[in-house]
């Protein structure tokens, strides 16, 4: 039986991509969101601004291409990530895409986070991203979703994000 080896050179026309994020809630940080401050009287916990959203998809657009992930690109360890705004991962993560040839055709993302009611947000949220990653706010979606008041992100100790990226080859 033969094996195909599939190469960078060979790979089908599409890539796609899976992240995910989890943040402590905690008194005392802002909360940010996609790159969007959201009036809360709390904030997600972490080395760097904590954009739970932000990080799930700086991870989908990594995992698209194989290119690992955001703790080995950006460890938590590194003093020069401290309290970093998140906006540089996922631009990072946005350009390695770009500078390989390959551009997004749209991402799909949820926040799970109890509250604040996040509605008023949504599109704000995904209009930032947008800009941010250099594509249109018509492809890119964002969902909100509580925890139903059961388990850490019902119980209001975390956030989640979940994103899904699809990337096509450029022509
Ligand atoms: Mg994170």
Redesign the pocket.
């Known amino acids: 039986m033969s094996t195909v080896t599939t190469t960078s050179a060979n790979w089908p026309p599409c890539r796609i991509g899976l992240g995910h ?3 402590r809630l905690i008194e005392g940080r802002p909360l940010i969101l996609g790159g969007v401050t959201i009036p809360s009287d709390r904030g997600l916990d ?1 080395h ?1 601004d ?3 959203l932000l ?2 998809i700086t991870d989908a657009l990594l995992g698209a291409l194989a290119l690992g992930d ?1 703790g080995e690109w950006f460890p938590n360890t590194d003093p020069q990530w401290h309290n970093a705004d ?1 906006v540089v991962f996922v631009t990072a993560a946005a350009q390695a895409v770009r500078e390989r040839g390959w551009e997004i055709a749209n991402l799909d993302c949820t926040i799970h986070a109890e509250r604040p009611k996040l509605s008023p947000y949504k599109r704000n949220i995904a209009e930032r991203i947008a800009a941010l990653l250099q594509i249109t706010s018509e492809q890119v979606n964002v969902k909100a979703k509580t925890g139903e008041k059961v388990g850490p992100i019902g119980r209001q100790e975390a956030m989640d994000a979940d994103a899904v990226v699809l990337l096509i080859r450029r022509t």
């Open positions: 994020d989890r943040h972490g760097s904590a954009d739970v990080h799930a955001i998140s």
